[in-house]
């Protein structure tokens, strides 16, 4: 696949995690992606960190007129009949006080214990962490949805070696090879690409992975 495709891929298998009455903060990147591929009978309310509930759709990138918001992103964006926008600290307060049903966040790595590293690599320049360290620990669940890869490389890891976000924070894994639960014994392997092998996908893996019984293809 190419890169568009399998960000596409990844979004579309992460969309089928959110269900009607969510209220659901989408990292960038990938996991921006995701409300494009929502089903039509799923109605969730998006959050933004920097101070949206119930952000709208994309402005149409032909629409020049002045006074777009943005998202957390910096990306111009909209919000729906009945949204609000509110300060930093309510915004921070719906995201600590445990009232986001899911986030969904890239990562530079995630681990076999439910680490998550998605805020800076040593020695490159960065504005912040944002409200990733916020979202993580006070969302009732945890998505990851990334590439596998990164220059060949594995982004799952035994152990997170990039500075952690959050302990023990992620319930799911979506990349476009697989998708993985965090339990207490490992990462368990739901479901898979089926262009690839379980060996396929274990050998672009660092942690050691379990194959469920019922392991299903990614659809």
Known sequence: MK????????????????HSGDVVNLGIGVPSLISAYLPDD??????????????????????????YIIDASGRPTSVLPGGA?????????????????????GALEVDSFGN?????IPGKLLPGMGGAMDLVVGAKRVIVAMEHTVNGKPKIRTRCTLPLTAVGCVNLIVTELCVLQVTPKGLLMLEINPAYTPAQVQDRTEAQLIIAPDLKPMA
């Open 116 to 120: 998550i590293a998605n805020w800076i």
């Open 42 to 67: 799923v109605r969730v309310v998006l959050h933004a960190e920097n101070g949206i509930v119930d952000e709208g759709p994309w402005p149409d990138p032909g629409n020049t007129e002045p006074g």
């Open 85 to 105: 926008y509110i300060d930093s600290s309510l915004s921070f307060a719906l995201m600590r006080g445990g009232h986001i049903d899911c986030t969904v966040l």
């Open 3 to 18: 890169h568009d495709e399998i960000r596409s891929y990844i979004a579309r298998r992460a969309a089928r995690e959110l």
